[in-house]
């Protein structure tokens, strides 16, 4: 007992422990944490931001991401996951992208509380010595860091319960074989020049198409149709893994790049969350798109749905002109 009582005590002198009760359910409180769509919008402490460039949460998955300091430092970071019980519980291996000098255990559990209405987070940082725990507490302000960043979760939270979950019918998918390599497909989606040519709806005009491919970074374009002013829209990049994977924010926007609403329909979600996977089938490629609405209201989610038909036919023919553009090339 005495020897499990002193291991206990060495292992107390060498971690850091943060809890918050959180006002959101526990499902809704591990998303955030763990899908990278989110978890850019809160991580880190008050004035960092964090931009992903991997992230694979599963038993060995890898997130790999930079925070960027007010300071305009950049700190480049590396998650390994141990273990991964959904809802419930995060295991993970932190430390920089070369493994050294400041790697740390951490677990993270997350408990139901309130009849479900509450979560409580518990966030424990395990280090492998007393004194490097010192360190960066010390150096980094990692307990005031951590708290700051837990109250950033908070806040987040509170806009995503007003947000809801959109159900499967409520997302939007489609697929199509295109008669080129991925690496092909994947350029002709990534570079401008190439972009311009296919881009859009049937009939649409592309003009202005600048293109900053990095996770946070965006494509900005123009496009007019026959007879109707010019419109913008607007991708932000989350997560660039070529050829196989593009995840990216839509919307539509103004010639600066801000979000604006639908042109046509005032009750159109601002932001949609897509998905776009190129699948190397017989010499050629799966290409799928997955799209989701995001911080959406209720009626959004039903114009979403209901306008799900246009959606489709404006993005078949979208992809009618990627397949010739790329069957001339």
Request: net charge neutral.
């Amino acid at each position: 007992m005495a020897t499990g009582e002193a291991s206990a005590r060495q292992i107390a002198n060498r971690e850091i422990v943060l809890t918050r009760v959180l006002e959101a359910p526990r499902e809704l409180v591990f998303r955030a944490w763990a899908e990278s769509v989110h978890v850019g919008h809160w991580w880190g402490p008050a004035g960092f931001r964090t931009t992903t460039y991997e992230m694979d949460v599963r038993p060995g998955g890898v997130w790999r991401f930079v925070m960027h300091g007010p300071d305009g430092r950049d700190y480049k970071n590396k998650i390994v996951f141990n273990d991964v019980v959904n809802n419930e519980r995060l295991a993970y291996t932190h430390s920089d992208e070369d493994d050294k000098p400041n790697q740390f255990e951490a677990v993270v559990t997350f408990e139901e509380e309130g009849n479900g209405a509450r979560t409580k987070l518990s966030l424990r940082s395990i280090f492998p010595t007393t004194p490097e725990r010192d360190r960066v507490v010390r150096e980094y302000g990692a307990i005031d860091g951590g708290k700051q960043m837990l109250e950033g979760l908070a806040h987040y939270l509170s806009k995503l319960e007003h947000s809801p979950a959109p159900s499967p019918k409520e997302s939007f998918v489609l697929t199509r074989v295109i008669d080129a390599p991925p690496d092909s497909v994947f350029k002709a989606w990534t570079d401008p020049e190439r972009l311009k040519h296919w881009w859009g709806p049937s009939g649409c005009e592309v003009g202005t198409c600048k293109v900053d491919l990095r996770p946070g970074g965006s494509f900005l374009y123009s496009m007019r149709m026959p007879n109707a002013p010019e419109m913008w829209g607007k991708f932000v990049y989350q997560e660039i893994t070529p050829p196989e994977r593009l995840v990216f924010v839509s919307s539509f926007a103004d010639s600066h790049g801000n979000v604006m609403r639908h042109p046509f329909n005032a009750t159109w979600p601002m932001e949609t969350l897509n998905t776009v996977t190129f699948a190397k089938e017989f010499g050629k490629t799966r290409l799928t798109l997955l799209a989701v609405p995001i911080h959406a209201t209720p009626q959004e989610l039903k114009s979403f749905g209901e306008g799900k038909v246009y959606l489709e036919k404006g993005l078949a023919g979208t992809f009618d002109q990627l397949a010739e553009y790329l069957g001339k090339r």
